[in-house]
C-alpha cells in the first residue's frame, strides 16, 4: 500500500518563476493539505483540498495556490517566486477533513 | 491565532533514561494535541496524539500529557533507544480547523549510546 507520494523530491527554479508541486494521496485517502516548512521551524499550514475546493487557508498570499483532481490528486502552484519560498513542501492526506493526517517525504524547493 | 511554544530546542540523554518535551498552547478553544517524529529526510510520522477531553495518553514507551488549564501538554519518551533520535514536533489544531495543525518549532533529541 502506497503511502503518499510527492514530485518532484528536488528542485531549484529563480526568483520570479513559477513551480508546480504534485501529491499523490495514500490509498483510500480523499483530503490532502500541503504545509511549507522553512529550514530548522515547523511546518506552516498552506491549505487543504476536499471534493476538489480549498476547504481552508492559512496566512499565505495569493500567489500560492493549488487544485485537487477528481482522483483526490493535488496540486500546489507557487507564482512569482522570492527567495523567502525555499522551503520543504509537504503535502498530508486524510480520510475525511479531520481524519488522521500522514505526511509525504516533501518537494525541496530551493530558490536562488 | 493559535501559537504553539516548544521547549527545549535540542535535547541529548543517555540511552535507556526518559526524555520530556514540553509545549503550550494559547487559544484555549483547542482541542487535538498530535506529536510528530521527524527523520533526517523524511515527512512528519504521528506517534502518539490525545484530545482535549483527555488527560493522559499512553502506548508502549510514549506518554503524553494535557494540562487544560495551563495550556500546556508533554511527551515522555522512556527506556530511550538510539532510533529514537530525531526531530521530534508538537501541534495544537481547534474543532473549527482540525487538519490546521499550529505546529511548534521542533525539539532535536540525540540518544547517545
Known amino acids: 500500500d502506497a503511502g503518499v507520494t510527492q514530485s518532484p523530491t528536488h528542485l531549484i527554479k529563480t526568483r520570479g518563476q513559477q513551480v508546480t508541486l504534485r501529491c499523490s494521496p495514500k490509498s483510500g485517502h480523499d483530503t490532502v493539505s500541503w504545509y511549507q516548512q522553512a529550514l530548522g521551524q515547523g511546518p506552516q499550514f498552506i491549505f487543504q483540498?476536499?471534493?476538489?475546493?480549498?476547504?481552508q487557508r492559512g496566512n499565505f498570499p495569493d500567489r500560492f495556490s493549488g487544485h485537487q483532481f477528481p482522483n483526490y490528486s493535488s496540486e500546489l502552484n507557487v507564482n512569482a517566486l522570492l527567495l523567502g519560498d525555499s522551503a520543504l513542501y509537504l503535502c498530508?492526506?486524510?480520510?475525511?477533513?479531520?481524519?488522521?493526517?500522514?505526511f509525504g517525504e516533501g518537494s525541496r524547493l530551493t530558490v536562488l | 491565532g493559535e501559537n504553539v511554544e516548544q521547549h527545549p530546542s535540542t535535547l541529548s540523554v543517555q540511552e535507556g533514561d526518559s526524555a520530556v518535551i514540553k509545549c503550550t498552547y494559547s487559544?484555549?478553544?483547542?482541542?487535538?494535541f498530535p506529536w510528530y517524529k521527524q527523520e533526517l529526510g523524511k515527512g512528519p510520522q504521528l506517534i502518539i496524539d490525545i484530545r482535549s477531553n483527555v488527560g493522559e495518553k499512553k502506548d508502549q514507551r510514549i506518554a503524553v500529557t494535557l494540562n487544560k488549564t495551563a495550556k500546556h501538554f508533554s511527551l515522555h519518551i522512556t527506556e530511550t533507544q538510539p532510533e529514537d533520535s530525531a526531530v521530534y514536533f508538537c501541534a495544537a489544531s481547534n474543532p473549527q480547523g482540525a487538519q490546521k495543525l499550529v505546529f511548534g518549532q521542533g525539539t532535536r533529541l540525540t540518544i547517545n549510546p
Open positions: 483540498y476536499y471534493e476538489e475546493e480549498e476547504r
Open positions: 487559544d484555549s478553544a483547542s482541542n487535538y
Open positions: 498530508a492526506s486524510s480520510f475525511g477533513v479531520a481524519g488522521e493526517l500522514f
